[in-house]
T-cell receptor, first 114, second 113 residues
Framework: KAGVTQTPRYLIKTRGQQVTLSCSPISGHRSVSWYQQTPGQGLQFLFEYFSETQRNKGNFPGRFSGRQFSNSRSEMNVSTLELGDSALYLC?????????????FGPGTRLTVT | QQQVKQSPQSLIVQKGGISIINCAYENTAFDYFPWYQQFPGKGPALLIAIRPDVSEKKEGRFTISFNKSAKQFSLHIMDSQPGDSATYFCAATHSGNTGKLIFGQGTTLQVKP
């Protein structure tokens, strides 16, 4: 079974631009969560989607948004990019939401903001 | 109350030795504690997880010890191998909310041959 896939793997953007990252969960998984990983802050939860609905949201500004499609694929968007948004963005999927399911991570998208 | 504190930040162990990483949490509602292993350029991979109904869980060379009263849990890697060199993250959450993991800061483990 294929794992979680994320596209693109690497991205360079300029401050002020916006970016969209994509995540395809493991086949059959319906819950998708997003995390930001930086050397200083570590792994921080962004948001979780299940059945096209946001279940949870982390403590990030409104510039960070996401959505989930009917096939469980998810996208996250960051508008008005700042230098501090440079990070590895990780997507994780699980079978269902809120029932103790294990999360499986993708390889991440490395975003560099210049 | 949402923090998970992990120590040490880095660890060097000789091949064949025992690696021990500790984590402490504050939120008593947390009842699901996974450990993840991350190699450079890769996403975190689930290693082993424990729930508070047991005090210890073992999978191969990896063991989680859990102390509910102290709100602490630890990962023991027995017979550490150079291939175990990676960054390890503990995490915690409520089992009804496992899509939102609260991670520790990570421990970089180096196993010397």
């Amino acid at each position: 079974k294929a794992g979680v896939t994320q596209t693109p793997r690497y991205l360079i953007k300029t401050r002020g631009q916006q970016v969209t990252l994509s995540c395809s969960p493991i086949s059959g998984h319906r819950s998708v969560s997003w995390y930001q990983q930086t050397p200083g802050q570590g792994l921080q939860f962004l948001f979780e989607y299940f059945s096209e609905t946001q279940r949870n949201k982390g403590n990030f500004p409104g510039r960070f948004s996401g959505r989930q499609f009917s096939n469980s694929r998810s996208e996250m968007n960051v508008s008005t990019l700042e230098l501090g948004d440079s990070a590895l963005y990780l997507c994780a999927s699980s079978l269902v939401a809120g029932q103790g399911g294990e999360q499986y991570f993708g390889p991440g998208t490395r975003l560099t903001v210049t | 109350q949402q923090q998970v504190k992990q120590s040490p930040q880095s660890l060097i162990v000789q091949k064949g030795g025992i690696s021990i990483i500790n984590c402490a949490y504050e939120n008593t509602a947390f009842d699901y504690f996974p450990w993840y292993q991350q190699f450079p350029g890769k996403g975190p991979a689930l290693l082993i997880a424990i729930r508070p109904d047991v005090s210890e869980k073992k999978e191969g060379r990896f063991t989680i010890s859990f102390n509910k009263s102290a709100k602490q849990f630890s990962l023991h890697i027995m017979d550490s191998q150079p291939g175990d060199s990676a960054t390890y993250f503990c995490a915690a959450t409520h089992s009804g909310n496992t899509g939102k993991l609260i991670f520790g800061q990570g421990t970089t483990l180096q196993v010397k041959p």
